[in-house]
């Protein structure tokens, strides 16, 4: 909200002295948070002057371009009282109008210095200028035209154009709608400095009768009051008049047309928006109804829209003519033939609003305000204002008839213990306080004594028509607080409880993240959102139950409405951004949860009123519409992992990267790790394994399939892993003591078993750490080897055997006794043979 200062003066009486900083800053401690001030005077300097086109004429270009050589009078601006010499490539004005000029010497916003200089074939004094090359607005269609009675050649264009004039711009949350107005800000000012305040809305309206145009409701919960005037005989050639361009251009708004600037004048002035009709368009009676289904409506904005059966409409005989507080129809609307303008004010409701604006996207002014509630008791004085300035300035009269349908809604008494915003605030306030300060913010205060104590006291509260906001005894204790001033509010350091320090799940996880930073991953955050355009790339069939995605009834994308089943398309699409930005490679991991829909089909969760808690079979409803959302961790590594340098060779991913990954983390929470053999997308068949944690299958890791590679823009051979973090830490021994060492020597066993192709080295490893016993401290792989020795389909896995004891050395007797048992395992479990 743009509010300039003279405007905010014209109905506040503040101190001269305050400053456009001291009223922002004071305005931002009440709630009116600060966007910017504008002092658009500021950045000009020079001569800056009305001018009186005498000659244009306009002089075709070799570049097909037309520039106007003109002579414009600017009095004895320019030293000598002659016509000034400019070229001007605008076409928006003509001989006698007034413009601004800005003479050699002066400099505009951006440090733009302008000098009389030779161009096209004419030396320019000076610039004609346009609304942006002063900083008014975005305007660069053309320049400015006065209106005929701005001033006289040469006299300054400061106050003309109001450059002089500072503008606040405001941040309004969306509780505070009465401050989408002058009338709104104004009233904060006064409140801030305990000034007199002019009320723009405070104004005697005529009584309704029966000779008004007629309108009928049919929906009185979404349009409780309509007000309803008409204007004959309205001039649509006549001009807005100066003042008022100038502060709808100030406000943001850009001037139209003389009936258009007026509602969106008034729309400011009080925040009541205006909708006006040619009522020469119009047939038979006005209604407001709720859309009947198949309806449509084209709007101003010339979108044909397709409504709903809640959107609030108004209609006469030929049908619909507009969406109720949001945009009026293009069938009835002003036009430069206009001479009957209807005048509509009407109130209403704010959830109504909210819906139609966002249900066909449309974000008006009108809708801004309509959606976060205005004040209704306004409705026909800002009517009233509108009439009064179309006949001020565009002639005619206004009809005897007044319209006056419904009544405004009355908002509800809040009963609050007087002592509530000292116990809540903390701050000492006293229950006389608390009945000023509320009063002074517009509310009605009745106090009632409990028991004839006068110091426990009930207020009985009437909130002010233009806050529909206050609905509670909370909501009256932050209007006491924001008056006495947040930063009365005391620093009072609380005192922590005793305090349970970190959950178990807190504590796991950041064992699992420490243990991936260890091993060079890095954590990060993706969109939790996809689409089924993400599962195409990964290569899952159709029928993988990762494609049943829970549906957001509102998704931030369109192409991504659903919450992802596996982490793995946010994490390649980071590694594929990371490489195309020069990286040599990346090893990337995140924690987050996944959802499943539930397993009963149930697609959404009931709603429940607020006003009691749920019942125990409404919960269990609630409940059983929760998906399944575990805990999941997945991690993609790509490219280089080891750089070559003078210490050797580097080295690329490959599928063993993940499941070491897999297997530490396993080591990090004693949970037992195995590998084996499965086909899961989208993961290369062959260099993959599936992923057991004390023999439950618990997630996938290896190499991803080429084809997902290419999709994501990744390196071939790039690897992968994702599994369930829930089941994993559910498998963490609950307590786990400090690790034993032994002191005794380390005895050393190598053998070499030759098993079929089609054993894998996890099961011949199992094998022998089953068979070793408790003395194997660790079994490592160390060689594999295929030859013409061995025989075909065959090969030789070397493994190195490590036992110690924790209370002895060992003898070779005790040593070899486990490692013959080992292989004696692992010959019965897997064919295999020594070496």
């Known amino acids: ?98 413009v601004v000029v800005v003479l050699p010497g002066g400099v505009l916003p951006g440090g733009f210095e302008i000098s009389a200089r030779k161009t096209y074939g004419h030396v320019s004094a000076g610039m004609i200028c346009s609304a942006r090359e002063l900083g008014l607005g975005e305007d660069h269609d053309g320049i400015i035209v006065l209106p005929p009675d701005a001033g006289e050649p040469g006299q ?56 008004g145009y007629p309108v009928v409701i049919d929906d009185a919960e979404g349009c409780p009051l309509f007000v309803a005037r008409l204007v004959e005989g309205f001039d649509p050639t006549a001009p807005s008049p100066d003042w008022m361009a100038r502060r709808l251009v100030q406000a943001g708004m850009r001037p139209i047309s003389l009936a258009v600037d007026v509602t969106n004048y008034v729309m400011l002035e009080i925040g009541r928006p205006i909708h006006a009709y040619d009522a020469d368009k119009l047939t038979g009676a006005i209604g407001v109804r709720r859309a009947r289904a198949g309806e449509r409506l084209t709007t101003l904005d010339g979108t044909d829209r397709a409504l709903s059966p809640e959107d609030l409409v108004v209609v006469d005989d030929s049908g619909i003519i507009g969406l109720g507080g949001v945009m009026g129809g293009e069938d009835t609307e002003i036009s430069a033939s206009t001479t009957r303008v209807l005048v509509e004010a009407a109130h209403w409701d704010a959830v109504s609003m909210f819906r139609t ?38 002639g005619g009269a206004v009809s005897a008839g007044v319209t006056v349908v419904g009544e405004p809604p009355v908002p509800a008494v809040i009963e609050i213990a007087a002592d509530l915003p000292e116990r809540i605030s903390g701050m000492s306030i006293s229950p006389e306080t608390t009945i000023a300060d509320l009063r002074a913010v517009g509310c009605a205060v009745e106090p009632t004594e409990v028991d004839g104590d006068p110091h426990d006291q009930v207020l009985r509260v009437l909130p002010p028509p233009w806050r529909p906001d206050l609905t509670d005894p909370y909501d009256l204790v932050e209007e006491v607080a924001r008056v006495v001033g947040y930063d009365q509010v005391p620093s009072v350091l609380p005192t922590p409880g005793a ?31 996809v689409g089924q355009a993400a599962f195409d790339q990964l290569g899952l069939p159709a029928d993988d139950p990762r494609r049943q995605t829970v549906l ?44 499943f829909p539930a397993a009963d089909g149930a697609v959404g969760a009931p709603i429940y009123g607020v006003d009691d808690r749920p019942s125990d079979a409404e ?25 070559a ?107 070499a078993l030759v098993v079929d192709d089609s054993v894998t080295v996890a099961d011949v490893e199992d094998a022998l750490r089953t068979g070793a016993g408790d003395l194997l ?19 030789s896995l070397a493994f190195a055997l490590r036992f110690r004891a924790p209370d002895r050395t060992l003898t070779e007797e005790e040593t070899g006794a486990a490692r013959d048992a080992a292989v004696a395992v692992a010959v019965e479990r897997t064919g295999a043979s020594q070496r």
């Open 156 to 211: 300054d264009a400061f106050d003309v154009l109001g450059l002089d004039d500072d503008v606040i711009e405001f941040e309004i949350n969306p509780d505070r709608a009465y401050a989408l107005s002058l009338r709104g800000v104004a009233r904060e000012a006064a409140l801030a400095y305990d000034a007199d305040f002019d009320d723009p809305a405070a104004r005697a309206v005529p009584a309704a009768n029966d000779a």
């Open 777 to 795: 401290e660790s079994i490592r792989l160390f060689d594999v080897y295929t030859g013409d020795q061995i025989g075909a389909g065959r090969r």
């Open 645 to 751: 340098g003078w210490w050797g060779a580097g080295r690329e991913t490959t599928w063993a990267d993940p499941i070491a990954l897999v297997r530490r983390l396993g080591v990090e929470l004693g949970v037992a790790i195995e590998t084996r053999a499965a086909t899961h997308a989208p993961w290369h068949p062959g260099r993959y394994a599936e992923i057991l944690a004390d023999g439950d299958p618990i997630g996938h890791a290896g190499e991803l399939h080429p084809a997902v590679c290419t999709a994501f823009g990744l390196p071939a051979r790039s690897a992968a892993l994702e599994i369930d973090l829930d089941a994993l830490m559910a498998r963490t021994p609950e307590t786990a003591g400090a690790p034993e060492f032994s002191s005794y020597p380390l005895a050393k066993e190598d053998v």
């Open 619 to 643: 919960l269990a409803a609630l409940f059983a519409a929760l998906p399944d959302q575990p805990l999941h961790l997945a991690a993609v590594l790509t490219g280089e992992q080891e750089r």
């Open 1 to 98: 909200m743009k509010a300039p200062v003279s405007w905010i003066r014209e109905y506040v009486d503040l101190p001269a002295e305050i400053s456009t900083e001291q009223l922002a800053a004071r305005l931002t401690a009440l709630g009116l948070k600060l966007e910017a001030i504008e002092a658009p005077g500021d950045q000009i300097t020079g001569p800056l002057v009305v001018g009186r086109v005498l000659t244009r004429e306009p002089e075709p270009q070799k570049n097909g371009k037309t520039i106007n050589w003109c002579t414009v009078d600017v009095g004895d601006a320019n030293g000598t009282g002659e016509p000034q010499g400019i070229v001007c490539g605008a076409h928006n004005f003509d001989v006698g109008d007034l």
């Open 499 to 529: 305090g349970r320090g970190l959950t178990r799940e807190q504590q796991l996880r950041r064992r699992v993240g420490r243990a991936l930073a260890g091993a060079g991953c890095v954590e990060v955050i993706s969109f939790p959102f």
């Open 357 to 394: 604006g966002r249900r066909h996207k449309i974000t008006s002014e009108a809708g801004k305000r309509n959606e976060r509630g205005v004040d209704p008791m306004v409705t026909e004085a800002a009517a009233d204002r509108v009439v009064e300035l179309l006949t001020t300035y565009g």
């Open 552 to 595: 957001l009834a509102n998704p931030l994308s369109s192409e991504e409405p659903g919450y992802t089943t596996t982490l793995l398309p946010g994490l390649l699409k980071a590694a594929g951004r990371n490489l195309g930005r020069g990286a040599s490679g990346a090893a990337l991991f995140e924690t987050g949860t996944v959802a």
